[in-house]
Structures are given as C-alpha cells and as structure tokens.
C-alpha cells in the first residue's frame, strides 16, 4: 500500500515517542500523560519540527479522544453515582462551579479577554481527570478509605458535570459571541441529555440484552457499544455538543454490563492504541513562541486558580470528616486531563481560543497533573505512615 | 471537533452497515465478511452511491488491514509449524503452488493478460483464510480430529508460504514489466526475512521479556506488540514489501507469549474496530460496470480453478489417510480471505492490476469462502452423522 508509507511511518514515530517519553515520565515517578504531551511538544512542527502530525494522523488523534471518553464512560457507574449520595455530590457541583468562575472571572475581569475565550479556559478548568488520583491511591493502598470512595464518587459528579459545562460551551462556539438565551437552551438539552443517559440508557441496554446475546455476530456486545460510541458521537456533534460528549455517555451506558460482557480490558486496548496520538498532537499543537512574560504569569495564575478551586471547593463540603481528610479530597480533586485539553482543542479549532489561551489550558492541564501526585503521597502518608508503604 | 463530523458520520455509517449485512449473512448460516465486503459492493460509490468512503477512511481500512495480519499471525505459533512437521508443510506447500500456477497459467495463456497481472491474480489464490474452516470444525465439535489439526497446521505454512508470495509479487510492483534476476532477490530476501522473523523472533522478545516486565508504562507489552506492529509495517514497506507482512510476522514474534500477556483478545478489539472498514472499502472499490461477459466467465474459471488447486494439491499429500480424510482437507483449504483482497488491493493501488483483475480476485474470494463451509460440513456429517450434531 504504497502510499500508506508516509502515514505509517508518522503514526510509528509518534507512537514510539510519546511511549518512551511516557515511561521516562513513570520511571521518574511522574505521570506518563504528561510525558506523552511533552514528546509532542519538544518533536512537533513548534520545536524540533522531526514530526508534523498530517490530517489523518490528527483525524485518528480525535479517534483517540473520543475512545478516551468512551473509556471514562465506561468506568463511570451511574448506578454508583445514585448511591454515593450527596457528600461526593455537593464536592463534585463546588468543584465544577469554583474553577469555572475563578478561570472565567480572571481572564475576563483581569486580563481583559473576550467572554468566548474566557468561558472556554474557565470549562477547560472544570473536569478532575481523577485516573492520576486513582492511581496514586491505588499505590499507597488506601483505595478501601472513606476519603477515597468521597474522592471517587466525586470523580463520577464531576464527569458528568464536567460533559454538561463542555456541551453547552461547545455548543456556544457555533456563533461568534455569547447568547443568553442559547445558553439557557444548550443547558437544558445537555441537561435533558444526560438526564435520560444516566437513568435510562442503561435500562435500554438490560431490554436489549437477550437480543445482543442471541446475535450471531462474533463479539457482538463489543460490536454495539463501538457502533452506540461513533453513533452517539455524531449525534452529540449534529445537536452542537463536542463528539465525545456522545462517546462518554456511550460508555455510562454500557459501564453496567462492562464486567460481564468483558467490555473494558478490549475498549482499553483501542484506546491505548490511539490515545498516544491524541496526547502526542495535543503538544504538537503548542506554539511555544507565544510564551512571552505575561502568558507565563497567566499560567501560572490559572494554574494555582485551578489548584485552590478544586483544593477549597471540594474540601469545603467535607470539613465535618476533618481537616486532614477535607484536603486530601480536594487535592485528590485537582488533576485536569483529558477533558481539559479537548475543550482546548474543540476551542482552538472552532477558533474561539487564541493560541496564548490553548497554553494556557496545556500548561494547566499538565502542572495540576504533575503537582497532585506528591502532595497527595504526602499528605497520606504523614497521616498514615505505616499503612502507606 | 466541527472538521471531523462528516469522518465520524461515515465511519459510524459505514461500520453500523457492515456489521448488519456480516449479521445477516450469519443468520443465513454465510461467513459475516462475505456479508461485510456485499455491504461495500451494494452501498459504495458504484452501486447505491450511499457512502463514499473518503482519504481518512481509506486509511484506517489500510490499518485495519495491518491489524488482520497482525491477529493472525499472533495466531500462528511458529512452534507448532515446526512442530506439525512434514504433512503438514507439503500440504501448505503444494496448496500454494498449485493454485498459484492454475491462477497464472489460465490467465497468461488461456485470456492472454499481462505477466504482472496474471502473478498477481496467481498470487491472489495462493493463501488459505483458515477462519472459516476453524468456525466450521468448531460448529460440528472436530477439531481434537487429525483432519482437522492437519488442516490447521497447513494453515500455518499456508500462511508464511502465503507472505513469501505476496513479499515477492508486491516487490515487484515497484518495477513496470517482471525482471527475473529481481524476482530472485526479492524471493531471497522474503525467505530470510521469514527464516529470521520465525525462528529467531521469539527468541529476541524471550530476552526482552524481563526488560518488558519491569517497565512501568501500563500494558508494556501490549504497548511494544503495537509498537513492534507499527514499526515492521514501516520496514517492510521500506524493502519494498506490503506493510501487512510486516504487521503479520509482528504477530508471529509476539504468538508465544499472546497467552500470558493476554494479547489476543486485545489486539483483537483493535481489529473488530478497524477490519470492518477494510472489508468495505474492499467492496466499496469494486466497480460493478465491469461485470462483462468475458469477466463473468472469468471470474467462473478462476474461482473452479481456485477450488480444484487447493482440493487436488492438498487432498494428495494425505491421501495415504484415506479418500474421505484427503477430501475434507482438500475442501478445508479451500477458503480464501484477507490475503487474496490485500494482494488485490496492492495491485490495484500499484496500477499493475486491472478493475476486472480486481473484481475477479473480489469474486473468487468471496465465492470460494462461501462454498465452502457447506461442503465441509456435508463431509464431515457423512462420515460421523452423531458427531457433527
């Protein structure tokens, strides 16, 4: 296939890269997402220019994105959500609700930015990516504390939240400005989306089950839930909302049945396969000339706005469990990842954030990632030495 | 993500399409990739005009073939093929080179079609897809018989004396007209690379095996299968082979250990995504205008001569195991697949085969992967009607 050449080559590099980059990340104790945007950052056409991801490269970047969403989907149980109750609930509305004024309220009040790009980093501030949390907690065995399961439940608030603050701002991004009104109607769709997703996707699927079972197709109920994943995508696109809108509630609707139909080691496998390109490309697309002194001072702004949102907010509503445990869930809370850098994307190429704006959002993404770990890993282990080693 | 919508609608359309013509075919007792390529054929741009398939899509087909090749080669231990000894391989060998010379001789002399052409329809015929046969035998409960592991291990040589074929034919594409003495080079370095890739793979990854355990990149091995897949694509493509042997001799050095790192049933999600898109791209480029008498009869003779090749070529090495033995592995080998359309496809990307090469390679495999199962399961309900039931 002769003029695959190219193509193959460039998806080989980019894999490798972002690879060895991210175990150089995990060998140094750091997050290996971190390292995967870096090698697109430092080999992409800004820096060393020895990749320029082509148009297909990026089309199977958004791939990965989408199998991502689709990944948490399934790894967010609406059922648990449902039982976790109101303490991880009120965590995960402050936690939305703080960063997202705090992100908005210094660009547009401080810095002077427009409303559009304003509200694009102040969504790009809301979503915990809690896979960094997870695994800090899994490490230090205390995954079975109550703190933990706050943290997690949490996560799953956050999630969902998280989609409805992401679709109503991307579907704001089809006209110029900022329409009230619109709004007021994007919320109550996202709203009403993910409403019937959360308590009535599953119970079309248990209906469905005798008939996905009887199927003859081999590895049918993996084939529904690619097939529901591209289809509630470009459904979620087609009513304004961002693809993986669609593909994380493709996923919530399948978490149920994720064990008995073996749906999450082999939805995983796809998205370890094509993730590195999305993470890869996400850095590739930083311009780093940009970073002049007030971008910088901007970063670090949001950044440490986006620490002492999630930090305060989330800790707040669980002060009566103590302070110790108050600020383990809200530092728990502070690692942005994946759906911050797609609201970025989904920002920069409807061309309602500027490139100072998408650094903004990179640079955030990756120190929140980068800062939690430690201190998370501190914090436990001051207070249980014994049980953390 | 505005610019991929139309990519995710015709992605979504186009594997919910396959899937249901595959579903169809199966509840008509058919193989599901019969029904897949139809699905192409019937909705593609030469029939139904429905979908046609754009550059992005072409691209993940062409991963989607890498993909297939590289499953089975996971799928074929290297072990086993020397294990299985000499039956085995003079049954593979025999089945390749008799149809190959049917193929070509019918071609060349009987219609007068160029040499290039006539190698490559040759070529074509040559690999057995042994899925099907595999599904049959496991329907009628037969594969602890010595048919049936005869046949399977054909299958192994089948297929490495298969990549040879297409290593040395999609090599020569690079050149107008057939030169011998490169004909030789290319058949020396396919075989080395085979010799190497087969006995000494494994033996490398058994080295790396305790280097790959330690790394802390999660999946490691998933990881460096994916990346070692990517990575001889590229090479081989680079020595002027198709990418998919590279991906298939991937599969092969990673067959050992697809047990223990539990790689089959990931790498097979891969594959269930993106192999659907191949099967109908495959069919979506078949243009149906061509459809002459001449080609008909053609694509008759071809698919008869594809049928007795591997019948008479494989049935005579065992006929020592009786008639009805040497039937059924003759009718076993009989299926053609993935292989017969890549080779197909290279053609036709290289220029060096015609539409109605093309369709005639479309045709035969399609047909003789639908003849068939229904003979081996007459054969083997014959011999042992309580058995097969």
Same mark, same amino acid.
């Given at each position: 296939?002769?003029?695959?050449?190219?193509?193959?080559?460039?998806?080989?590099?980019?894999?490798?890269?972002?690879?060895?980059?991210?175990?150089?990340?995990?060998?140094?104790?750091?997050?290996?997402?971190?390292?995967?945007?870096?090698?697109?950052?430092?080999?992409?056409?800004?820096?060393?220019?020895?990749?320029?991801?082509?148009?297909?490269?990026?089309?199977?970047?958004?791939?990965?994105?989408?199998?991502?969403?689709?990944?948490?989907?399934?790894?967010?149980?609406?059922?648990?959500?449902?039982?976790?109750?109101?303490?991880?609930? &009120?965590?995960?509305?402050?936690?939305?609700?703080?960063?997202?004024?705090?992100?908005?309220?210094?660009?547009?009040?401080?810095?002077?930015?427009?409303?559009?790009?304003?509200?694009?980093? &102040?969504?790009?501030?809301?979503?915990?990516?809690?896979?960094?949390?997870?695994?800090?907690?899994?490490?230090?065995?205390?995954?079975?504390?109550?703190?933990?399961?706050?943290?997690?439940?949490?996560?799953?608030?956050?999630?969902?939240?998280?989609?409805?603050?992401?679709?109503?701002?991307?579907?704001?991004?089809?006209?110029?400005?900022?329409?009230?009104?619109?709004?007021?109607?994007?919320?109550?769709?996202?709203?009403?989306?993910?409403?019937?997703?959360?308590?009535?996707?599953?119970?079309?699927?248990?209906?469905?089950?005798?008939?996905?079972?009887?199927?003859?197709?081999?590895?049918?109920?993996?084939?529904?839930?690619?097939?529901?994943?591209? &289809?509630?995508?470009?459904?979620?696109?087609?009513? &304004?909302?961002?693809?993986?809108?669609?593909?994380?509630?493709?996923?919530?609707?399948?978490?149920?049945?994720?064990?008995?139909?073996?749906?999450?080691?082999?939805?995983?496998?796809?998205?370890?396969?094509?993730?590195?390109?999305?993470?890869?490309?996400?850095?590739?697309?930083?311009?780093?000339?940009?970073?002049?002194?007030?971008?910088?001072?901007?970063?670090?702004?949001?950044?440490?706005?986006?620490?002492?949102?999630?930090?305060?907010?989330?800790?707040?509503?669980?002060?009566?469990?103590?302070?110790?445990?108050?600020?383990?869930?809200?530092?728990?809370m502070t690692p942005r990842g994946e759906v911050a850098l797609i609201v970025a994307l989904v920002g920069l190429q409807m061309k309602?954030?500027?490139?100072?704006?998408?650094?903004?959002?990179?640079?955030?993404?990756?120190?929140?990632?980068?800062?939690?770990?430690?201190?998370?890993?501190?914090?436990?282990?001051?207070?249980?030495?014994?049980?953390?080693?």
């Amino acid at each position: 296939m002769p003029h695959a050449e190219s193509l193959l080559l460039e998806l080989f590099v980019i894999f490798v890269c972002a690879k060895v980059f991210g175990e150089i990340f995990e060998q140094l104790g750091l997050p290996a997402v971190v390292g995967e945007i870096l090698a697109g950052v430092v080999l992409g056409p800004y820096a060393m220019k020895f990749v320029n991801p082509g148009a297909t490269t990026l089309s199977i970047a958004e791939l990965g994105a989408i199998f991502l969403l689709f990944t948490v989907g399934l790894e967010t149980s609406p059922k648990e959500l449902i039982r976790v109750g109101r303490t991880s609930l &009120g965590v995960g509305l402050a936690g939305v609700l703080a960063p997202f004024l705090l992100g908005f309220g210094y660009l547009r009040l401080v810095r002077g930015d427009p409303t559009h790009e304003a509200i694009f980093v &102040g969504a790009a501030m809301v979503a915990t990516s809690v896979g960094i949390t997870a695994r800090v907690m899994g490490d230090l065995r205390v995954l079975h504390t109550r703190v933990a399961s706050i943290i997690l439940g949490a996560a799953v608030a956050d999630d969902i939240l998280g989609m409805i603050v992401l679709a109503v701002v991307a579907g704001l991004g089809s006209n110029a400005g900022v329409q009230w009104v619109q709004l007021v109607v994007l919320l109550v769709e996202a709203v009403a989306f993910t409403v019937f997703m959360v308590f009535f996707a599953s119970k079309v699927i248990h209906r469905m089950r005798p008939g996905v079972e009887r199927l003859s197709t081999q590895n049918a109920p993996l084939i529904l839930a690619l097939a529901l994943c591209l &289809g509630l995508s470009v459904a979620s696109e087609r009513i &304004g909302m961002a693809a993986i809108i669609g593909a994380f509630f493709a996923g919530l609707a399948f978490a149920e049945y994720s064990v008995e139909w073996k749906l999450a080691p082999r939805i995983n496998a796809i998205t370890e396969f094509l993730a590195p390109f999305f993470f890869f490309t996400m850095g590739a697309r930083l311009d780093l000339r940009i970073f002049n002194r007030e971008v910088i001072v901007a970063c670090v702004v949001v950044t440490v706005l986006a620490l002492i949102g999630k930090v305060v907010a989330c800790g707040l509503p669980v002060l009566r469990e103590g302070w110790s445990s108050a600020l383990k869930v809200g530092v728990g809370m502070t690692p942005r990842g994946e759906v911050a850098l797609i609201v970025a994307l989904v920002g920069l190429q409807m061309k309602m954030v500027s490139q100072p704006a998408y650094a903004i959002v990179i640079f955030m993404t990756g120190a929140t990632t980068l800062i939690a770990p430690p201190v998370l890993r501190y914090l436990f282990k001051r207070d249980a030495p014994e049980a953390a080693d």
